[in-house]
């Protein structure tokens, strides 16, 4: 019996250890993988390019705040969604009416988010045309 604290406890070491290798192991492979020297790169390699297609105008240009409005709108949602997973699990007290009326609360205040951002003019898409500087 004393030894499922010690279980528990080696679970979420066990978990937060994973989740620290998650984090910081693509930093790693990539400071070995990376390459030392920079002498034998021509300015062709530097260049900044997408499947080959040579880049029009500064490479260093300014992307709408609309970008960054769906990422956020997206990152919540995604979340969200993913906490209902658990959620409808641990429902299962036998009381559905209620666990369900409980679920269709949380989703509707994620609804009136969407309205909100809707109403607000986020999902409003005016196309950019480029000029050279």
Not at 17 to 30: D, E, Q, R, T, Y
Not at 47 to 58: N, R, S
């Amino acid at each position: 019996m004393a030894q499922q604290p010690l279980l528990d406890h080696l679970y979420v070491a066990a978990f937060f250890l994973g989740g620290l290798l998650m984090a910081v192991g693509p930093f790693i492979i990539a400071h070995i993988f990376a390459p030392r020297s920079t002498r034998n790169i021509s300015n062709k390699t530097r260049q900044f390019i997408e499947c080959g297609v040579e880049p029009i105008g500064d490479a260093w240009i300014r992307f709408g705040i609309v970008y960054y409005l769906y990422a956020l709108i997206f990152l919540a949602f995604d979340v969200d969604v993913l906490f209902l997973f658990p959620v409808a699990l641990a429902y299962d007290s036998g009381l559905v009416i209620r666990d369900f009326v409980e679920i269709l609360i949380f989703v509707s205040i994620l609804a009136l988010a969407l309205v909100y951002a809707w109403k607000k003019g986020v999902f409003k898409w005016e196309r950019k045309t480029y000029s050279p500087r």
